[in-house]
């Protein structure tokens, strides 16, 4: 199993940057397909970006250029830095982790993943 803890949730300005942190507990880590969803009360969760046992990334249209999903192995540590925020970036933010070679499935909608974080808020105000 994997347990997966976020953080740096936090309100900022339009235009502002913050940077997600998810820290992973579980072995093998480095074999997990890993990814960021955000979802809102109500609405349908959308999966944000992904990176895969190699290190190759899948993003979303709606985040690909303001968006980076990173990780540091050594730490067991995703990270998504988000750039140019905008009002509609408003989201709780989870991380997740699905099993290896997924990611392709996780990026195109074909299934879910295995393991989720609480979530850690993101208010980006006009």
């Known amino acids: 199993a994997v347990r997966l803890v976020e953080s740096g949730g936090d309100s900022v300005q339009a235009g502002g940057s913050l940077t997600l942190s998810c820290a992973a507990e579980g072995n093998p880590y480095l074999r997990y397909c890993m990814g960021w969803f955000r979802q809102m009360p109500g609405k349908e969760r959308e999966g944000l970006a992904f990176i895969d046992e190699d290190g190759k990334t899948f993003y979303a249209d709606s985040v690909k250029g303001r968006f980076t999903i990173s990780h540091d192995t050594a730490k067991k540590t995703l990270y998504l830095q988000m750039n140019n925020l905008k009002p509609e970036d408003t989201d709780m933010y989870y991380c997740?982790?699905?099993?290896?070679?997924?990611?392709?499935?996780?990026?195109?909608?074909?299934?879910?993943?295995?393991?989720w974080g609480q979530g850690t808020q993101v208010t980006v105000s006009s």
């Open positions: 997740a982790a699905a099993r290896p070679f997924t990611c392709v499935a996780l990026a195109a909608k074909r299934r879910l993943p295995d393991y």
